[in-house]
C-alpha cells in the first residue's frame, strides 16, 4: 500500500500557481508525548498551492489522543485540531522549510511535528480537577474512617450477642 503521506508534486512544481486539495487519512502509528498519545487516525485537509521551488501546504489537522489526567490519573480521550502553514522546498535552507526529494514531498514530518505540538503537555480531565488530595477529597467520600462511622442499625442485634446481652 502506497503512503499517503507522500505526495507527488512535480507536476505542480513545473506549473508555478497551480494547486490541489487533498483529503488525506493517515494512521500515525506510535507518536506520543509523555502524557498522551495519538489515538486513531489522523485526519488532513490540506491545500497545496506551488510556487517557484517550492509547495505551500495550508489546512488543518484533526486527530484524537488518549492520555490520563495529570492529577487524578483518570483516563481521558479527546482531541485536537489545529491549523497547517507549512513550506515545502527542493532547495530547503533552514528548519523552516521541509524537503521535497524526487519530485515528491512527505508530509511525515509536518504531520508529526504538528501533532506532538497539538497534544497536551500535562492534560486534565477537568479544569476544576480536584486531585488525589485524600485529606479533602476521600478516594470513596461515602466511606468515612471506621470510628466515625454511623452502625448500620442491622449489625447491632450482632452486637448485642457478641456482648452476651
Ligand atoms: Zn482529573
Given at each position: 500500500?502506497s503512503?499517503?503521506l507522500?505526495v507527488?508534486?512535480?507536476?505542480?512544481?513545473?506549473?508555478p500557481g497551480?494547486?490541489?486539495?487533498?483529503?488525506?487519512e493517515?494512521?500515525?502509528?506510535?507518536?506520543?508525548?509523555?502524557?498522551a498519545?495519538?489515538?486513531?487516525?489522523?485526519?488532513?485537509?490540506l491545500?497545496?498551492e506551488?510556487?517557484l521551488?517550492?509547495v505551500?501546504v495550508?489546512g488543518?489537522?484533526?486527530a484524537?489522543?488518549?492520555g490520563s489526567?495529570?492529577?487524578?490519573?483518570?483516563?481521558?480521550?479527546?482531541s485536537?485540531q489545529?491549523?497547517?502553514?507549512?513550506v515545502?522546498?527542493?532547495?530547503?535552507?533552514?528548519?523552516?522549510?521541509?524537503?521535497?526529494k524526487?519530485?515528491?514531498?512527505?508530509l511525515t514530518?509536518m504531520?508529526r511535528?504538528c501533532?506532538?505540538?497539538?497534544?497536551?503537555?500535562?492534560p486534565?480531565?477537568?479544569?476544576?480537577?480536584?486531585?488525589?488530595?485524600?485529606?479533602?477529597?476521600?478516594?470513596?467520600?461515602l466511606?468515612?474512617?471506621?470510628?466515625d462511622?454511623?452502625?448500620?442499625?442491622?449489625?447491632?442485634?450482632?452486637?448485642?450477642?457478641?456482648?452476651?446481652?
Open positions: 500500500m503512503n499517503p507522500l507527488a508534486v512535480a507536476e505542480m512544481l513545473r506549473r497551480s494547486h490541489r486539495e487533498l483529503s488525506i493517515v494512521d500515525v502509528e506510535g507518536l506520543a508525548t509523555f502524557d498519545a495519538v489515538h486513531g487516525p489522523v485526519c488532513l485537509r491545500h497545496l506551488s510556487a521551488g517550492g505551500e495550508t488543518s489537522l484533526s484524537g489522543w488518549r489526567c495529570r492529577r487524578c490519573l483518570a483516563p481521558i480521550e479527546q485536537v489545529e491549523d497547517l502553514r507549512e515545502f522546498s527542493s532547495a530547503p535552507s533552514g528548519d523552516e522549510v521541509y524537503p521535497i524526487g519530485g515528491e514531498a512527505d514530518p504531520v511535528d501533532l506532538v505540538l497539538a497534544l497536551p503537555i500535562a486534565l480531565c477537568s479544569e476544576d480537577c480536584a486531585g488525589p488530595a485524600p485529606d479533602a477529597y476521600p478516594m470513596n467520600p466511606a468515612p474512617p471506621a470510628e462511622r454511623p452502625k448500620d442499625p442491622r449489625w447491632a442485634a450482632l452486637d448485642a450477642l457478641r456482648t452476651g446481652q
